[in-house]
């Protein structure tokens, strides 16, 4: 069996308390998670402070950024078992976390190490009250030790979209992946070992929230700054953790978003792009679609077209042929999930398709399986149609104005993103501008340029990561003044 055991100051630390790793797909266990406590969170930080004003925070750039290179070969080297492992964690289809979850694991790495590397800074010449010339420039500190706690739904992409940026820019970090998804995150330890990222810089703390690792962390007044991907109500609770010693947060949380198709877009595509947005990772995205509205011209023929798309979704574990939908990621989560289809039901849905849960073979029937599900019919008090699900399902209500689709995307206090489908580029704009979020995908869906500006509006979170925005968080800018 399996042992996750915490990466503290370069080694594999097991503590006395474990808790047990489960596969998504048949729900055996499948390794033994090594739960932190204070202590040990007490002693990633001392290492983390450590690193930050040894050898990591006197380490030139441009060598820095040569280990965050080799950090990303060898994940790529490494392909297999970082792969196997996400696998093995959340039993998505292997296409999907080969072409998604494991790249993105290497670019995080790749993408900040060169903008850090050419990023310029401000600079000012002035004329003094004396008559003299000053001259000042900013640059760019490390934040700190930075807290990084991340959710399971696309593990290794998530936590190193954060620890990248902040490797990048010299701070050293204290990982707390999700008590469902602990692979990865341990693995990666090897890789910074086997490279030569110094001790104490990537470190990784196992364990829930409330009354564990996360917690403890998460108040630890050594931590300077926390980057937290995750539900808002957890955000919430970090946030006031964050308060005492009024340290920095940066958030990406959860939404509610809206799918938006007018009459004259490219059908097929249009059709194409919502069940991705919908269904994709068993519709775990946080940039997922759980609200359709379609012009009514095209309403009709668009719900029938999105069900025959839900039922040919290949319903089965990684390797499974033209597999297009794993299982959800746990047994409390699949409850969640088939709660909100009771929930419909309840408030009158029409069930255009799925509702329950599938028959499988039995070696897989303890897995934690759902049908893709469709829904019409609620108004938009219905209660699946304001809060986040995180399933395969999707509301769809007809619109007929322009002005009628902004209100009903707004009509939401999550603010994450949306996804427009037109051929009008006057109607594209106006959207775009007009419907309040940090991401607008116009007749496109996650299509991802890790130079941009990524977060959310509303609820959805706090700040914006990506690009040189990330820098804005994992660095403290410093005016230097000087006087010729
Ligand atoms: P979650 O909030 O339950 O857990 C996320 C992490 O926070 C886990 O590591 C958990 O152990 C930890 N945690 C929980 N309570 C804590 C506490 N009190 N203090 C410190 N740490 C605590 O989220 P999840 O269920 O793992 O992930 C799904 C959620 O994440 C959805 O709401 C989804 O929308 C959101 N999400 C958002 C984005 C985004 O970019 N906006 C991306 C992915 C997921
Ligand atoms: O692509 C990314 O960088 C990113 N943060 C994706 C988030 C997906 C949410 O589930």
Same mark, same amino acid.
């Given at each position: 069996?399996?042992?996750?055991?915490?990466?503290?100051?370069?080694? %594999?630390?097991?503590?006395?308390?474990?808790?047990?790793?489960?596969?998504?797909?048949?729900?055996?266990?499948?390794?033994?998670?090594h739960e932190a406590g204070q202590a040990e969170v007490d002693a990633a930080?001392?290492?983390?402070?450590?690193?930050?004003?040894? $050898?990591?925070?006197?380490?030139?750039?441009?060598?820095?950024?040569?280990?965050?290179?080799?950090? @990303?070969?060898?994940?790529?080297? !490494?392909?297999d078992d970082f792969l196997e492992a996400e696998l093995a964690d959340t039993?998505?289809?292997?296409?999907?976390?080969?072409?998604?979850?494991?790249?993105?694991?290497?670019?995080?790495?790749?993408?900040?190490?060169?903008?850090?590397?050419?990023?310029?800074?401000?600079?000012?010449?002035?004329?003094?009250?004396?008559?003299?010339?000053?001259? #000042?420039?900013?640059?760019?500190?490390?934040?700190?030790?930075?807290?990084?706690?991340?959710?399971?739904?696309?593990?290794?992409?998530?936590?190193?979209?954060?620890?990248?940026?902040?490797?990048?820019?010299?701070?050293?970090?204290?990982?707390?992946?999700?008590?469902?998804?602990?692979?990865?995150?341990?693995?990666?330890?090897?890789?910074?070992?086997?490279?030569?990222?110094?001790?104490?810089?990537?470190?990784?703390?196992?364990?829930?929230?409330?009354?564990?690792?996360?917690?403890?962390?998460?108040?630890?007044?050594?931590?300077?700054?926390?980057?937290?991907?995750?539900?808002? !109500?957890?955000?919430?609770?970090?946030?006031?953790?964050? @308060?005492?010693? =009024?340290?920095?947060?940066?958030?990406?949380?959860?939404?509610?978003?809206?799918?938006?198709?007018?009459?004259?877009? $490219?059908? $097929?595509?249009?059709?194409?792009?919502?069940?991705?947005?919908?269904? /994709?990772?068993?519709?775990?995205?946080?940039?997922?679609? /759980?609200?359709?509205?379609?012009?009514?011209?095209? %309403?009709?023929?668009?719900?029938?077209?999105?069900? /025959?798309?839900?039922? #040919?979704?290949?319903?089965?574990?990684?390797?499974?042929?033209?597999?297009?939908?794993?299982?959800?990621?746990?047994?409390?989560?699949?409850?969640?999930?088939?709660?909100?289809?009771?929930?419909?039901?309840?408030?009158?849905?029409?069930?255009?398709?799925?509702?329950?849960?599938? #028959?499988?073979?039995?070696?897989?029937?303890?897995?934690?399986? =759902?049908?893709?599900?469709?829904?019409?019919?609620?108004? *938009?008090?219905?209660?699946?149609?304001? /809060?986040?699900?995180?399933?395969?399902?999707?509301?769809?209500?007809?619109?007929?104005?322009?002005?009628?689709?902004?209100?009903?995307?707004?009509?939401? $206090?999550?603010?994450? @993103?949306?996804?427009?489908?037109?051929?009008?580029?006057?109607?594209?704009? !106006?959207?775009?501008?007009?419907?309040?979020?940090?991401?607008?995908?116009?007749? #496109?869906? %996650?299509?991802?340029?890790?130079?941009?500006?990524?977060?959310?509006?509303?609820?959805?979170?706090?700040?914006?990561?990506?690009?040189?925005?990330?820098?804005?968080?994992?660095? *403290?800018? !410093?005016?230097?003044?000087?006087?010729?």
């Amino acid at each position: 069996m399996k042992q996750f055991r915490n990466f503290i100051n370069g080694e %594999f630390v097991a503590t006395n308390k474990t808790f047990e790793n489960r596969a998504p797909v048949d729900n055996r266990v499948i390794g033994l998670v090594h739960e932190a406590g204070q202590a040990e969170v007490d002693a990633a930080v001392a290492a983390a402070r450590a690193a930050l004003h040894g $050898d990591w925070g006197r380490m030139p750039v441009a060598r820095r950024v040569e280990l965050l290179h080799a950090v @990303a070969d060898e994940i790529n080297r !490494r392909f297999d078992d970082f792969l196997e492992a996400e696998l093995a964690d959340t039993g998505k289809p292997r296409s999907l976390a080969a072409h998604i979850d494991i790249p993105r694991g290497a670019a995080n790495f790749k993408v900040f190490a060169d903008i850090v590397k050419n990023v310029p800074t401000e600079s000012f010449e002035m004329t003094t009250p004396d008559g003299g010339t000053a001259i #000042s420039y900013a640059l760019r500190a490390p934040l700190g030790v930075v807290a990084v706690v991340c959710p399971w739904n696309l593990p290794l992409l998530l936590m190193t979209w954060k620890v990248g940026p902040a490797l990048a820019c010299g701070n050293t970090v204290i990982v707390k992946p999700s008590e469902e998804t602990p692979a990865t995150a341990t693995l990666l330890g090897e890789v910074m070992e086997k490279v030569g990222v110094p001790r104490g810089v990537y470190n990784v703390l196992h364990g829930f929230g409330p009354g564990s690792a996360g917690e403890f962390l998460t108040r630890h007044p050594g931590v300077n700054g926390i980057t937290f991907t995750g539900e808002t !109500r957890t955000g919430e609770a970090i946030m006031a953790a964050a @308060a005492k010693g =009024v340290r920095p947060v940066s958030f990406e949380l959860g939404g509610k978003n809206a799918g938006i198709v007018f009459a004259d877009a $490219d059908f $097929d595509k249009a059709v194409a792009g919502i069940a991705r947005s919908a269904f /994709e990772n068993c519709g775990q995205v946080c940039l997922g679609t /759980e609200r359709v509205y379609v012009q009514r011209p095209i %309403f009709d023929r668009f719900v029938q077209a999105l069900k /025959e798309k839900a039922e #040919s979704l290949r319903i089965g574990p990684s390797d499974a042929p033209g597999v297009g939908l794993g299982p959800l990621i746990s047994a409390e989560h699949k409850a969640k999930v088939v709660s909100y289809y009771d929930v419909a039901r309840s408030e009158g849905a029409t069930v255009v398709t799925g509702g329950g849960a599938p #028959s499988m073979p039995p070696e897989l029937a303890e897995g934690h399986w =759902v049908q893709p599900t469709i829904w019409t019919g609620l108004p *938009e008090s219905a209660r699946v149609i304001r /809060e986040e699900i995180f399933g395969p399902c999707c509301h769809i209500a007809p619109f007929d104005t322009e002005e009628e689709a902004i209100a009903l995307a707004n009509a939401t $206090d999550y603010g994450l @993103a949306t996804t427009v489908w037109t051929q009008d580029l006057g109607t594209a704009h !106006r959207m775009a501008r007009a419907i309040d979020v940090g991401l607008c995908w116009i007749n #496109s869906w %996650f299509l991802r340029d890790l130079r941009t500006a990524f977060g959310g509006a509303k609820a959805s979170g706090i700040g914006r990561e990506g690009g040189v925005h990330s820098l804005e968080f994992y660095t *403290e800018l !410093r005016n230097v003044m000087v006087k010729l």
